[in-house]
């Protein structure tokens, strides 16, 4: 799994999409979590103590297609510049999804 900057992060994403609308090659996964900059993970501690510890706020953001897996780390400072170019970068590549068919017999069965 390669870690990059974000912005080559959103442009390998892009491409992500690209192969996935043209060549079929299967689905984008896209996962968002908290993340401390922790490799390794630390003793239980109690519920207060875990609160009270301080320290940067990020963001770990992971694509994947097929075997290919991109990452990046987002910082508090960046989290709205990137989530606005993030929602862009949705809005355009979002236009193949299909709208589900509805039948008449849910419809009726609603309504009685």
Avoid at 9 to 35: A, C, D, H, I, P
Wanted: aromatic share 6%.
């Amino acid at each position: 799994m390669g870690r990059v900057d974000n912005d080559a992060f959103l442009t390998q994403l892009t491409r992500f999409f690209e192969r996935s609308r043209s060549g079929g090659n299967g689905t984008v996964y896209v996962t968002m979590k908290r993340w401390t900059g922790q490799t390794k993970p630390k003793p239980r501690k109690s519920k207060e103590a875990a609160h009270a510890e301080g320290g940067e706020k990020m963001c770990l953001v992971r694509a994947t297609l097929s075997k290919k897996k991109i990452s990046t780390v987002i910082h508090s400072k960046d989290v709205n510049k990137f989530q606005q170019a993030y929602a862009n970068l949705l809005r355009a590549n979002m236009s193949n999804l299909k709208k589900p068919e509805r039948t008449k017999s849910k419809k009726s069965a609603k309504s009685s």
